[in-house]
Every structure is written in structure tokens, then in C-alpha cells.
């Protein structure tokens, strides 16, 4: 009777030893897979959702500051002009630019 209570005593050991592995083979895989995936995202070029959705936010803020600028550059023209007694000239417009490639090349 004490030899079949210690065979499944060390049949249970053996069950638990092999379950434990097993939890911490999931573990490092799950772990490889994500470093590959995050690994092969990077070499793409592509970013998490976090980094974009801030660098969003500061472009947004940038393109608000922009607006709030313009509108108070066209109020300070307007007054200079008012003062000056000359014609006023056109808002300045909120249609973007491209430098000509003769600009960014040296020569």
C-alpha cells in the first residue's frame, strides 16, 4: 500500500514538473513571437498607435498656433496699414508652398 501511495505521489510530481514547464514555454514564446512582430514592424517603418496619436496631437496644436498667429499678424498688418494711409494688401494665405528644387540644390 505505501509503494502505490509514493507511485502517485511522484506521478503527481511529475504531472506538476511537466505543467510548469509547459506555463513557462508558453511564456517564452509568447515573448519570442511579440519580439519578432515588434521587430519586423520596426524594420518597416511603421509606429505604435501611441507615438502616432501624440505626434498628432503636437501637430495639431502646431497647426492651431499657426492659425491664431496668422490671424494676429493680419489684425497687426491691418492697424499698420490703417496708420500708414496705404492701400492694404491681401491676407496672406493659408494655401501650403513647395520650395522650388532650384532653391534646395546647391550648385
Not at 511529475?14 to 513557462?24: E, K, P, R, T, V
Not at 496619436?53 to 492659425?67: F, M, P
Not at 499678424?73 to 499698420?80: A, C, M, R, V
Amino acid at each position: 500500500m505505501q509503494s502505490s501511495n509514493r507511485l502517485l505521489g511522484d506521478i503527481a510530481r511529475l504531472a506538476n514538473g511537466a505543467m510548469s514547464m509547459a506555463a513557462g514555454a508558453k511564456t517564452e514564446l509568447e515573448q519570442l513571437i511579440q519580439q519578432r512582430v515588434e521587430r519586423f514592424l520596426s524594420e518597416k517603418g511603421w509606429v505604435a498607435r501611441e507615438e502616432f496619436d501624440a505626434v498628432r496631437s503636437l501637430a495639431q496644436r502646431a497647426r492651431e498656433e499657426q492659425e491664431k498667429m496668422n490671424e494676429r499678424l493680419d489684425h497687426i498688418e491691418k492697424k499698420l496699414l490703417a496708420k500708414s494711409g496705404a492701400k492694404s494688401r491681401p491676407p496672406v494665405s493659408k494655401v501650403k508652398t513647395k520650395k522650388s528644387p532650384s532653391r534646395s540644390k546647391k550648385s
